[in-house]
């Protein structure tokens, strides 16, 4: 996902939007690029492939002096990753910054070429200026060349455009990717997010879908999809909301990992009651009537509703389908209204989420969302909002906000299970006091890291590492493959233990580094005897299990791990810091790019 930041300063804003750039580097990208208003009817760039300081490095050699500019890190959607190809964009007066996809760029490109215009890059991006540069020849003025560009573009995006004669102003768009005004002390601003422009402000107003914008010294003139001026309320942000430090760790991961006790702790306490130690979920949503619950998510977001459907028909007995969004999106699911569509979403803007949420809400499906970015297109589309109250995350790889989820998912397996008479009221408190006492324990599992930075060294030499779980563990067996493979760059997949026979103990030999994640609880002995199992095959265990079950563990693991011991309603949130831990300290070992791993972005936006 790419990252967009635009300054109408006082003063000049090449350092400024260097700064945002940095901040906007979470979000993964292969270049990045500055332009300003240089002279009056004369704007310029300056760009680079890599990292930033690789444009630290041209900016040195050939500063950017302007009061006015925009600034871009590139993720790479159309054309390689290069310098060619890096934003901001320029043809004829018009140079521009882009973050989405831009469906019908070919059929555009092949049009503006028959008429002339010469390309420069193999970007989809590079439409958008020479469309609106032709329409600039038209004699319309920049507000309606805008315009009438964005209404022969299929697709999305976000954008900040320069007009070179419009000086003292920056035009913007938003449909399908984000875009918020800040309002400074005389300055104005546009980014892709708060934290682009949090260091500058943290008064900002959300563009909604469709609308396009002017800013200039003082002002915002917002104008929506049918060009009608309108009103979007400016929100006075928490400055942490708008700031994001690491603090004294190495990376954003490694504090995100230990945030997630407080995270946790501020979740759970939105969802219950401890006067009264029930569960209260916001939304009036009708748990005793509802006839199914149909979560949709990617990634990380997807593993978490996978354990919620494991707590959520066993507490409840509600029937639960989870399933990945790129896939449910475009499968014909035959929905009934009587369900609920939970889409879950760190970000709020993962491209195939949203659309499977709007087929399901399209279907008559009431709609609901777990999301960290309350304001986010995810959120603003759905009946009811269930946030995580974890703070940004900031590294790729999520952490912090997939416990949190865990921990809603759990508080509305409590809240359904007695809204269905499932349980009773001493049962429901006792489980709330389970939930409210999980972020201790998960403290104490966070303890662990040193007994798992030793490990780590081990693994760190695999080529292949299988992950094994049973229950709602092999939805953690998932969620563990998919950190360490997605930080170290090492393969690594999660099995549901019972079926290692049916193919994965092919794969066991003595260089293959199992983990097993087995907590005292139903499933354990299957667990330890799937552990002998592969320890007869030469299997090199790495046995992650609670203080009951070392106990009961066989003999012969290469290692074994004891995570404080846990209600099984909690048991996920406790061991997730070993798993997260384990696939951060062998990314560290290996060296690699924890927070920013290649090819990733935080938020996949497109599809
Ligand atoms: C998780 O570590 C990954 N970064 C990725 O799988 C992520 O969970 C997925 O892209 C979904 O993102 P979302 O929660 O913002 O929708």
Not at 37 to 66: F, M, N
Request: with cysteine.
């Amino acid at each position: 996902m790419c990252g967009i930041i635009g300054i109408v300063g006082k003063s000049d804003v090449q350092n400024r939007l260097v700064e945002s750039l940095l901040r906007l580097e979470y979000r993964g990208y292969d270049s990045a690029g500055v332009a300003g208003v240089t002279a009056p009817g004369h704007v310029e760039r300056r760009r680079a492939q890599g990292k930033i300081r690789a444009l630290q490095d041209v900016l040195a050699a050939q500063p950017l002096v302007a009061k006015v500019g925009i600034g871009h890190t590139r993720w790479a959607t159309h054309g390689a990753p290069s310098e060619r190809n890096a934003h901001p964009h320029t043809a004829g007066r018009v140079t521009l910054v882009h973050n989405g996809i831009i469906e019908n760029f070919a059929e555009l490109r092949r049009e503006l070429e028959a008429h002339g215009r010469v390309f420069s890059s193999d970007t989809d991006t590079e439409v958008i200026a020479q469309l609106m540069d032709a329409q600039l020849d038209t004699g319309l003025s920049p507000l309606l060349a805008l315009k009438a560009t964005l209404d022969r573009l299929t697709g999305a995006f976000a954008l900040a455009v320069l007009v070179a004669g419009e000086d003292e102003a920056i035009l913007g768009a938003r449909r399908g990717s984000p875009l918020v005004v800040g309002y400074g002390e005389g300055e104005m601003f546009l980014g892709s997010d708060a934290l682009a422009v949090g260091p500058f402000t943290n008064r900002v107003a959300y563009l909604e879908e469709g609308d396009f914008v002017r800013i200039d010294h003082g002002k915002a003139e917002i104008f929506d999809a049918a060009g009608e001026s309108v009103v979007r309320e400016v929100k006075q942000l928490a400055r942490a909301a708008a700031l994001v430090e690491r603090g004294n760790y190495r990376h954003f991961m490694e504090k995100e990992i230990h945030d997630q006790p407080e995270g946790c702790q501020r979740t759970i306490a939105a969802y219950v009651d401890t006067l009264t130690s029930q569960a209260a979920i916001p939304g009036a949503v009708d748990f005793a009537s509802l006839e199914r619950i149909q979560i949709v998510a990617c990634g990380t977001s997807y593993i978490a509703g996978m354990i919620g459907r494991y707590l959520i028909e066993q507490l409840a007995d509600l029937p639960v389908d989870v399933e990945i969004a790129s896939e449910f999106r475009y499968r014909q699911p035959a929905l009934r209204p009587g369900a609920l569509v939970i889409a879950m979403s760190q970000s709020g803007e993962t491209a195939d989420t949203l659309a499977a949420l709007r087929y399901c809400k399209a279907r008559g499906m009431r709609s609901a969302a777990i999301v960290n970015a309350t304001e986010s297109t995810i959120a603003r589309e759905v009946d009811v909002v269930w946030p995580i109250h974890c703070g940004p995350e900031i590294g790729v790889a999520s952490t912090k906000a997939f416990t949190a989820q865990v921990s809603v998912l759990i508080a509305l397996a409590i809240a359904a299970a007695k809204a269905r008479n499932r349980i009773d009221g001493a049962e429901e408190a006792r489980l709330v006091k389970v939930l409210l006492g999980a972020p201790r324990l998960m403290a104490e599992a966070i303890g662990l890291e040193d007994a798992i930075s030793a490990i780590a060294a081990e693994i760190a030499k695999a080529k292949d590492v299988l992950y094994l779980g049973r229950g709602p563990m092999s939805a953690l067996a998932l969620e563990g493959a998919l950190k360490l493979k997605e930080i170290s760059y090492i393969h690594a997949e999660g099995y549901a233990a019972g079926e290692l026979k049916h193919g994965p103990i092919a794969l066991v030999d003595d260089q293959t580094p199992i983990i097993i994640l087995a907590p005292y609880d139903a499933w354990f002995e299957k667990s330890a005897s799937n552990m002998s199992e592969v320890m007869a095959r030469g299997g090199q265990v790495v046995f992650i299990t609670d203080t009951e079950g070392a106990k009961h563990a066989p003999a012969g693991a290469k290692v074994v791990v004891t995570a404080p011991s846990s209600d099984p309603l909690v048991s996920t949130l406790v061991m997730s810091a070993p798993i997260q831990l384990l696939a951060y300290h062998v990314a560290v070992q290996k060296g690699a790019d924890v927070d920013q791993p290649r090819n990733l972005a935080k938020s996949v936006t497109v599809e």
